[in-house]
C-alpha cells in the first residue's frame, strides 16, 4: 500500500465483499472477529483522515445519532397493494381471468414468498443508492435513507452490469430470532410487547435515530425491478440480474408453467415456512412477462398481473407438560406453560403463556390437555384453544397459584384487575433484583455493563441490597469476581459515575414507583421542579396535573410515606443524583397552552418535530399522537399526511401552521 487512501479503499472493498457473503449469500469466508477487527482499522483511518470521508462506506452502516422528521417524495411509479385470495379456486379464477384478457390459452407465472414486513423503495443512480422510501400512500413516501442504509443486506453500492438508473422494491423484515431479543428486553422494562415481527419492523424504521435502527437488525428481500432500460423483459430474468448487482434475492421463487406448480409451490411452503427464520404470510403469484403485465394494467387500487394467496394463520397442536409460575419486578405472577417441543414460526417452541387467572378458567386447561399454540406478540407464543377430544379421562384442571412460587406469601388480586400479585416486595429476591434491574436500563439510569446476570452477581456476592449501593461500589469490589476483570470493572463503575448526569425525569422514573411510567415521571417532574415538592405533594395537587389520576397520585404518596423509600431516595441524594429540573428548562415557559392537545404533522420549517413537541410541553400544552374530537389544535407542516388532514376536516379540529404557533406562545 502506497498512501492511506489506498489502504481505506482497500478495506472499504474487502468489508462490502465480506458484508455481501454474510449478509446476502449467508457465506462467510472470515470470523465476526476477523470483520470487527478489519471494520475498527478502517474507522480509525477514516477518523484520522476525515477527507476521505464516504457515506457509502461500510463504517456508515452503524446510523447517526442526528434526529429528524421524515421528508415526503413522490413516487416515480405509484407503489399498490395486491388483491388477496384464500382458496385454490379464486387462484384459479385469477389465472383464468388473466388468460382470457390476453387472449392466450396459458401464461408464464412466478411464485414467490408474501413476506410479512413493511414495504420499501429503493432507487439507484449509477450503482449508488440514492433513496429509500416508504409506501405511504401508494403516490408519495417516507424518506427513511438514512435508517435503511444501517440494513446490511441492502446495498449501498452495486456491482456488475446494472442499469444507470432503476428502482427495487422489496420488504424489510425482522427475523424470529431478533423479534423475540427484542420482546424480551422490552417484558424486562415493562414496555408495551411487539405484537408481531411486521409491527416491530414497522417501529423500526419510522424510529428518528438511524443508530437505534442499527441496533435492531433488520434484513430484507428485494422481489421487484422497474425503470426505462430494465436487463430482461421478463420479471424472473430481472430478478436473477438483481442477484448478480449484490441484491438479496430469495431462492424461493419458482418459474410456472402451469396452475398445478403453483399449487405445489403453495402447498409446500404452507409446511415449509415453519422452518423459515422469518415470517411469511403467504404467497405472491405474477405474471412474468413485462409486456403482459403492461396489456393486463392496474385497477385503481391492484395491479391484475399478480395476487396474493394468503396461508391461515399458522397454529401447531402439542401436549401440556405442566404450569410455572413467574414472578416479575412489580410482584404480577404470570402463569407460562411448558410444552411437549413443536415447530412454529422459524423457531421450536417449547413455552407459551398464559397471561392470567381469568384466561386460564377461560381455556378450561387440564394438565395433559393438547393444546393450540400461535406465536403471537409474546415473548413466548400464547395458547388459544383445547382439543377437548383428547382429554385424558380424569385429568386434574390446571389451577392459578395462591402462595408466591418465590416466597411463599399469599398472593393478592385488586379489584378490577386482572393480575395477582405477591405482596412482599422487600423479600421477594425476583422483585427486589428486577427493582434494580429497571433502575439500571437504558431509559432509566442507563448504566452501561450492568445487565440481569451483573445484578445477579452483585446479590449472590452480597455487594448491593438495593439500586443506591451500587454508588458505594469501587473497582475492587468488582475486579475480583467471577468472570470480572479490572477492565470491566472500570467500565460498570464509570457507567455508574456517568449515570449521575441523568436528567431528574429519569431518575424518577428509574426508582420504580408504581404506575409512574416515562411519559407520568416527565409531566411530575415538570409540574413540580423537584423531587421534595414531589415527596410532600398531596392528592389534589397530584391529580391537577394533566394525565395523572387517582390511582397515580395514591401509589406517589404511598411510595414517599414509607420509610424505607424515603432511606433510598435520601442515599440516591447523598450519591449525587439529580432531584431537580435545571432552571434552564424553563426558560421561556409559560401556561399560554394549559388545557390544550396539539397533534404535530408535517415537516417544518424553522423547528424539529422534537423542538416544536418541547415547546408545547414548556408553555403547559399536551402533545398527541392521533387526531379525535378532543384534539385543540393541528399543528401542520410541509407534506402533512392525506389521512390526518382528512380527518382533522372530518372533525372540525383547527390546523395552525407554524407562524401561527409561533404567535400563539408569542
Known sequence: MNTVEDQIISLRKELAHHNYQYYVLSQPEISDYEFDKMLSELKRLEDENPQYFDPDSPTQRVGSDLDGGFTQYPHKYPMLSLANTYSAEEVADFYNRVCSALGTADVELVAELKYDG??????????????ALTRGDGVKGDDITANVRTIRSIPLILHGDYPSEFEMRGEMLMPWAVFDRLNEERARQEENLFANPRNATSGTIKLQSPAEVAKRNLDSYLYYMLGEQLPSDTHYGNLMAAKTYGFKISDAIKLCSS??????????????RKNLPFATDGIVIKVNSLQYQEELGYTAKTPRWAIAYKFQAEQACTQLLSVDFQVGRTGVVTPVANLAPVQLSG???????LHNADVMDELDLHYDDFV?????????????????????????????ATVCPECGAVLVRREGDAAHYCPNERGCLPQIKGKVEHFVSRKAMNIDGIGEEIVDLLFREKLIRDAADLYKLQVSDLSCLERMGEKSASKIIEGIEASKQVPFERVLFAMGIRYVGETIAKKLCHALKNIDAIANAGKEQLVAIDEIGESIADS????????????????????????????SANVGGS??????????????????RDELKQLIELHGGKNTGSISAK???????????????????????????????????G
Open 631 to 665: 384534539t385543540s389544535y393541528v399543528l401542520a407542516g410541509d407534506n402533512m399526511g392525506p389521512a390526518k388532514l382528512e380527518k382533522a376536516k372530518t372533525l372540525g379540529v383547527p390546523i395552525i401552521s407554524e407562524e401561527d404557533f409561533e404567535r400563539l406562545i
Open 591 to 608: 401556561d399560554k397552552l394549559k388545557g390544550l392537545s396539539i397533534v404535530i404533522s408535517g415537516v417544518f420549517q424553522r423547528h424539529s
Open 556 to 583: 406517589v404518596i404511598a411510595f414517599f410515606a414509607d420509610d424505607v423509600n424515603a432511606d433510598f431516595v435520601n442515599r440516591l441524594r447523598e450519591s449525587g443524583l439529580q432531584f431537580s429540573v435545571p432552571e
Open 118 to 131: 413493511v414495504s420499501v423503495s429503493l432507487t439507484y443512480v449509477d450503482g449508488r443508492l440514492q433513496r
Open 372 to 400: 393450540f399454540v400461535e406465536k403471537g406478540g409474546e415473548i413466548i407464543p400464547k395458547i388459544t384453544g383445547v382439543d377437548k377430544s383428547q382429554r385424558r379421562p380424569g385429568a386434574g384442571k390446571v389451577k392459578f
Open 347 to 353: 423457531t421450536v417452541v417449547k413455552r407459551a403463556t
Open 259 to 272: 396452475l398445478k406448480e403453483v399449487y405445489d409451490f403453495i402447498s409446500y411452503w404452507d409446511t415449509e
